[in-house]
């Protein structure tokens, strides 16, 4: 599978925990994205990076939020002392910003529970 | 600021009748704007787009112009089919560099057989 992988893809864990979620994009992709979807809601901008470079946050990526993108191939998002309201499905996505279509390539998400 | 907004679901239609999902949107320029499927258990999929006004993308039998004096870019298809069920996000971004998709909230979309 050549797609843009995401790991785990549920997780559950408890208020004030943190967590990692892990992206693998599509190998030639150099900018990937990360995304939040709450439910009945669309997907909502919380950063990018272009090669290692993050290059954009959102006002929605809080302090207790951080994400990586060390080599400029895997990214990983993590946040710190987790809240209720962090529930959610946080979605990954990955493009080629030359010599391609501009499509963004989403994987399927890790959803993210917080009791 | 630049935002989407799509029409309320859910819409449920019988098999092989005709949808429409309206799509406007506020721009402070001229964005490209596409329609992305996303299937239950699977991930965002780009349907259709479009990158300038008057250009019509199409796939699957679904079909959308961009109209930039309504700035409006509505999804239609003429006999969906119960595997088009789905929720369908219209989104839009600009083409300069360093910028994200922006998308609407999601109209859900149930066909009965």
């Known amino acids: 599978d050549t797609g843009v992988s995401q790991d785990p893809r549920h997780k559950i864990t408890k208020r004030g925990q943190n967590v990692t979620f892990r992206c693998d994009p599509i190998?030639?992709?150099?900018?990937l994205y990360w995304y939040r979807q709450t439910l009945g809601q669309g997907p909502e901008f919380l950063t990018y990076?272009?090669?290692?470079?993050?290059?954009?946050k959102s006002r929605l990526l809080s302090d207790r939020f951080s994400a990586e993108r060390p080599k400029g191939s895997f990214s990983t998002l993590e946040i710190q002392r987790t809240e209720q309201g962090d529930s959610a499905m946080y979605l990954c996505?990955?493009?080629?910003?030359?010599?391609?279509?501009?499509?963004?390539?989403f994987g399927e998400g890790s959803r993210l529970t917080v009791l | 600021g630049n935002s989407v907004t799509q029409m309320e679901g859910p819409v449920t239609l019988s098999e092989e009748a005709f949808l429409t999902i309206n799509c406007t949107y506020t721009?402070?320029?001229?964005?490209?704007l596409f329609w992305y499927v996303q299937y239950p258990g699977e991930g965002l999929q780009l349907l259709l787009k479009a990158t300038k006004a008057d250009d019509k993308g199409s796939n699957k039998g679904f079909e959308a112009t961009y109209r930039k004096e309504t700035t409006s870019f509505h999804l239609e298809k003429g006999s969906v089919q119960v595997s088009d069920s789905a929720v369908y996000f219209c989104?839009?971004?600009?083409?300069?560099?360093?910028?994200?998709?922006?998308f609407g909230k999601g109209t859900t979309l149930s066909v009965s057989s």
């Open positions: 721009a402070t320029g001229y964005p490209s």
């Open positions: 996505a990955s493009v080629k910003t030359s010599g391609s279509s501009g499509e963004l390539f």
């Open positions: 190998s030639e992709h150099n900018r």
């Open positions: 989104a839009l971004i600009f083409n300069q560099a360093g910028t994200a998709l922006i």
């Open positions: 990076f272009q090669n290692e470079a993050q290059l954009e």
